[in-house]
């Protein structure tokens, strides 16, 4: 019986996560604060769809960090690319004119583009991801600045200004906002990728072993790229909805996205060493982060707290996931 | 061949240097300002205010070099200024400690210093010119007391807790509002000077209570943020935002008062022109006040087209 239950924790290592996220939401229910009404304010429907809007922009990211996580990679670089493209998006619609489908192409084709020279030169020069994305970091932060000449552009809207159809951003359809779409769509897409594709086995084929995986016919080279090329296409996706949250484009933004990125991942449940982990994990993990900002947000509790709380957690939640669980060799 | 092209072509560009560093022969002064960051908006502004001060006087030549937030950096291009030998040194430096030294170099070499908005550890220096954020935490303590009539409930956005202006600005508007027992503090929260940061507290204090009178953010960038917070909610109908900085510019918190998004805020000057009225004043050899504060206005809606 706890064998099997231990081969079952093995086998879905999203299972963890997912129950830790469960077990979170329930401690949040009874901490809830309440209100005049007698209501708990942290289920109130207005509040959990701001959760998921506030971990939207991450939640698309991680879903393209837990792409090159698996491959045994790391993209530095997606807070840089965010800030990248929030900042293409504005000057796209505000100064270049570019019109909805325009200015967001751009925005995307840079994030992916971005990507792209991050998977390429990592498989074709075989340098470590860590150090061309930290380059990727510090480059894409300058050119956001030198398109912007360092300047933050506020979107306006009317005549002269950015169409009507990008405020599609901050609308909600059935109260729910539509960013959270966005992140659910990305989400399910890159799950379903994950696990029926061929190219979702290749992802999980290069990071287990590379070797093995060349070895057996797998193309590591074009793998990894295109797990790059997606996690930069992603963060311009995430840059155009902090755009559209924030009615601007700064530069600047997105700083240390890249660190919640991958905390989400690893709560999630993936390993930094690849091969091993789930996208429903990450989205666990995203979930878990998100939720213990709002209750801690609500409370009023100050941001030294809060930051102590979250490291502890990220270390619990990775403690979680590499023990073997202790009942299982007393048993036997 | 080659070499020899190339040897010509660095000892001209070194020539061309030596030229363009000496002080002009005809009378002009030289007065440099090392920046510590121009990336910030109200950085920009203060070398904005700086350059179109200087360009009314034909007899100077203002420079301006930005240590792009790099305390090393800074200490050599105050060096260079020490080298260059220019009539007046202006900076803001970025951090005291690190900047001080050299600061006190170019003073004892017999150069004029005007330390601009951030101090420095050291008297040795000839003027200093800021703002006092506790004032101006205080007209806007002040405002907050009267647009509310005396008794409300109030939302506090932080800056970075820790950084001195940020304490400063909170310190200030409670001594606004000290006289005023029903106006209520019910919730503050460190927005770290950004818009986003902004908006999800003023999200999360939506949610939290019931009745929010007035949101008090530490920038403008915040205190926007938690008026698209509370118009996205539909609740930003009688709610007053008020914010500091009103920068100028399509960007700045005094466009955002003209547009009805922000009620006040209360400048927090650049001091560029002052520093150019005061290194005048030294090249003219008049004497000139050890500290000047600069004094903030109140932006609202009858005025707010004089500051974009």
């Known amino acids: 019986m706890n064998k099997q239950l231990s081969v079952f924790f093995a086998e879905n290592e999203w299972v963890k996560p997912a129950l830790g996220f469960l077990g979170l939401f329930v401690l949040c229910i009874v901490f809830s604060p309440v209100s005049s009404k007698g209501t708990l304010i942290f289920l109130k429907f207005d509040n959990l769809s701001n959760v998921l809007r506030q971990v939207s922009e991450i939640g698309i990211i991680s879903v393209g960090m837990t792409l090159v996580i698996l491959t045994g990679g790391i993209d530095l670089s997606v807070g840089s690319v965010l800030g990248l493209s929030a900042t293409a998006t504005a000057f796209g619609l505000m100064d270049w004119r570019l019109g909805f489908f325009g200015a967001i192409g751009v925005a995307l084709a840079l994030g992916a583009g971005a990507g792209f020279v991050n998977g390429a030169i990592t498989s074709a020069g075989k340098i470590q991801s860590f150090i061309v994305t930290l380059a990727m970091m510090t480059g894409a932060r300058g050119f956001a600045l030198f398109l912007s000449d360092a300047n933050s552009r506020n979107i306006g809207f009317g005549e002269n200004a950015a169409p009507e159809s990008f405020k599609i951003f901050t609308e909600s359809f059935f109260g729910v906002p539509f960013p959270v779409y966005i992140f659910l769509a990305v989400a399910v897409v890159a799950a379903i990728v994950l696990r029926k594709t061929r190219f979702g086995r290749h992802i999980f084929a290069v990071g287990g072993n590379q070797t093995a995986a060349r070895l057996s016919g797998v193309n590591v080279a074009l793998t990894r790229t295109v797990a790059f090329t997606v996690a930069g296409f992603l963060s311009g996706l995430a840059g155009v909805v902090h755009a559209a949250q924030l009615y601007q484009g700064n530069p600047n933004d997105g700083v240390g996205f890249e660190l919640d990125a991958i905390a989400a991942v690893v709560v999630g449940g993936a390993s930094l060493m690849g091969g091993k982990g789930s996208m429903e994990g990450t989205i666990a993990g995203v979930l878990i982060i998100g939720v213990l900002s709002n209750i801690l947000g609500l409370h009023g509790v100050e941001k030294d707290f809060q930051l102590m709380l979250k490291g502890a957690i990220i270390v619990a939640a990775v403690l979680m996931q590499e023990r073997r669980w202790s009942f299982r060799n007393k048993g036997a | ?308």
Not at chain 2, 14 to 41: H, K, W
Not at chain 2, 87 to 115: F, M, Q
Not at chain 2, 177 to 205: F, S, T
Not at chain 2, 211 to 239: K, S
Request: proline share 3%; with cysteine.
């Open chain 2, 1 to 308: 061949m080659k070499r020899f092209i190339l040897g010509t072509l660095a000892l001209a560009g070194v020539a061309a240097l030596l030229v363009g560093c000496g002080n002009g022969g005809d009378g002009t002064r030289v007065i440099g300002f090392s920046q510590c960051n121009s990336a910030e908006p109200w950085r920009e502004a203060m070398n904005k205010e700086l350059e179109a001060a200087a360009k009314k006087y034909d007899d100077v030549d203002l420079r301006i070099v930005d240590a792009q937030q790099d305390n090393s950096k800074q200490v050599a291009d105050v060096e260079n200024f020490i080298t260059m030998e220019v009539d007046v040194l202006i900076i803001s430096p970025n951090e005291a400690k690190p900047l001080t030294a050299v600061v006190e170099r170019a003073y004892d070499a017999g150069i004029p210093v005007i330390v601009l908005d951030r101090k420095i550890a050291s008297d040795k220096f000839t003027t200093y010119i800021g703002a006092d954020n506790e004032l101006i935490g205080e007209a806007a303590g002040k405002y907050a007391a009267e647009a509310l009539g005396g008794k409300g409930k109030v939302v506090e956005i932080w800056g970075l807790k820790g950084s001195t202006p940020a304490q400063e600005r909170h310190d200030g508007f409670m001594r606004g509002i000290a006289e005023y027992p029903e106006i209520d503090i019910i919730y503050e929260q460190d927005g770290a000077w950004l818009r986003q940061r902004g908006k999800e507290i003023m999200e999360n204090a939506l949610q939290r209570f019931e009745e929010i009178d007035l949101a008090y953010g530490h920038n403008d960038p915040m205190a926007f943020g938690a008026r698209i917070a509370a118009e996205e909610a539909n609740r930003a109908g009688d709610m007053i935002f008020v914010g500091i900085d009103g920068l100028p510019g399509a960007e700045g918190g005094a466009q955002a008062v003209a547009d009805g998004m922000l009620d006040a805020t209360f400048v927090y000057p650049t001091g560029g022109e002052k520093a150019i009225e005061i290194a005048r004043d030294i090249l003219a050899g008049k004497d000139v006040p050890k500290s000047v504060t600069l004094e903030t206005a109140r932006v609202d809606s009858t005025n707010a087209d004089q500051y974009k």
